[in-house]
């Protein structure tokens, strides 16, 4: 089985409905991570949250909000999904103790915001 | 602001040819360097790690490089492969403690039988 598992892979929604990704994983680590990859634009930090009760914003949160329900569960939410939040997401973990902070993700999130 | 440069953005080669791909970041003070690998539609793979201590490190067929005096890391696939088609990923950790990634826009192979 995957490390790293999103859900669900790829997922088509209208303007203005709430939708959640959920990440979950199985490596143990503390640090897990929001990304969103659009073409030209690379990949950008949407939320990092270091455990449980450490939720951080990265440098686009906005639009979205994030819960860690647990150490191995990450979701992401689009309050009220608009089509410019239209990418591929991905979840990502990474521990300071194993790798010097490799991080791995998972296979992605395809949204489609018509 | 750090930011992570890779070209070419795309490279066609025949197989069997050595490689290098390029990377360059304008901030030389980085905790790590990592190398990705991603398929169509796919995830990264995670190829190498670098540290900032560190001037390479190998897997394989694989060989990265990292001279941060001048805010370069090459990446170097040896007897390249179809199955090595993909894009290549660069990305730098700055040396805060968010962990997050500053990625490059990417490379992308094509290898031809």
């Known amino acids: 089985d995957a490390d790293v598992t999103q859900t669900p892979r790829n997922r088509i929604t209208k303007t203005g409905k709430r939708i959640m990704l959920e990440c979950s994983q199985t490596?143990?680590?503390?640090?897990m991570y929001w990304y969103r990859q659009d073409p030209g634009l690379g990949l950008r930090l949407i939320y990092y949250?270091?455990?449980?009760?450490?939720?951080n914003k990265g440098e686009i949160s906005d639009g979205y909000s994030v819960s860690r329900q647990a150490q191995a569960k990450f979701s992401l939410s689009l309050e009220s999904a608009i089509p410019n939040q239209t990418a591929l997401y991905f979840c990502?973990?990474?521990?300071?103790?194993?790798?010097?902070?490799?991080?791995?993700f998972g296979p992605g999130t395809r949204l489609t915001v018509t | 602001k750090q930011e992570v440069t890779q070209i070419p953005a795309a490279l066609s080669v025949p197989e069997g040819e050595n490689l290098v791909l390029n990377c360059s970041f304008t901030?030389?003070?980085?905790?790590?360097l990592q190398w990705f690998r991603q398929d169509p539609g796919k995830g990264l793979t995670s190829l190498l790690l670098?540290?900032?201590?560190?001037r390479e490190q190998t897997s394989g067929r694989l060989n990265a490089s990292l001279d941060k005096s001048s805010g370069r890391s090459t990446l170097y696939i040896a007897a390249s492969q179809p199955g090595d088609s993909a894009t290549y990923l660069c990305?730098?950790?700055?040396?805060?403690?968010?962990?997050?990634?500053?990625f490059g826009q990417g490379t992308t192979l094509q290898v031809k039988p």
């Open positions: 990305a730098v950790r700055p040396p805060s403690n968010t962990g997050k990634l500053i």
């Open positions: 901030d030389s003070a980085i905790y790590n």
């Open positions: 990502a973990t990474s521990d300071p103790g194993t790798g010097g902070y490799e991080q791995y």
């Open positions: 670098i540290q900032s201590s560190q």
């Open positions: 490596k143990g680590h503390d640090r």
């Open positions: 949250s270091f455990d449980v009760k450490d939720i």
